[in-house]
Nanobody, 119 residues
Framework: QVQLVESGGGLVQAGGSLRLSCAAS????????MGWFRQAPGKERELVAA????????YYTDSVKGRFTISRDNAKNTVYLQMNSLKVEDTAVYYC????????????WGQGTQVTVSS
């Protein structure tokens, strides 16, 4: 059982940066793989980045490689998404999600935070 709360979204100019945070309410945060998803109007939800509960392994979708960095601080029960060189097409609602590694589906979700990138 995990409760997730995102913060850090907002309005930025293209080329700017934002850092999203996701605070987790659980006593077993380190057991979970954490992911950041986004959903733009008219598009399906996509996995942007993920960080494993083991070995610090990370995943990024091709469109954000080299620009976004996911990290976690297990002592603070927090996962971050550093977003640099933002593009207009990054505009979306960003969701934090969690899953146990033995499960293929992310079953715990935050409420989302809006990221808007203007030109």
């Amino acid at each position: 059982q995990v409760q997730l709360v995102e913060s850090g979204g907002g309005l930025v100019q293209a080329g700017g940066s934002l850092r999203l945070s996701c605070a987790a309410s659980t006593r077993t945060f380190s057991w979970y793989t954490m992911g950041w998803f986004r959903q733009a109007p008219g598009k399906e939800r996509e996995l942007v980045a993920a960080v494993s509960n083991k070995d610090g392994n990370t995943y990024y979708t091709d469109s954000v490689k080299g620009r976004f960095t996911i990290s976690r601080d297990n002592a603070k029960n927090t996962v971050y998404l550093q977003m640099n060189s933002l593009k207009v097409e990054d505009t979306a609602v960003y969701y934090c999600a969690a899953r146990a590694d033995v499960v293929s589906t992310y079953n715990y979700w935050g409420q989302g935070t809006q990221v808007t990138v203007s030109s």
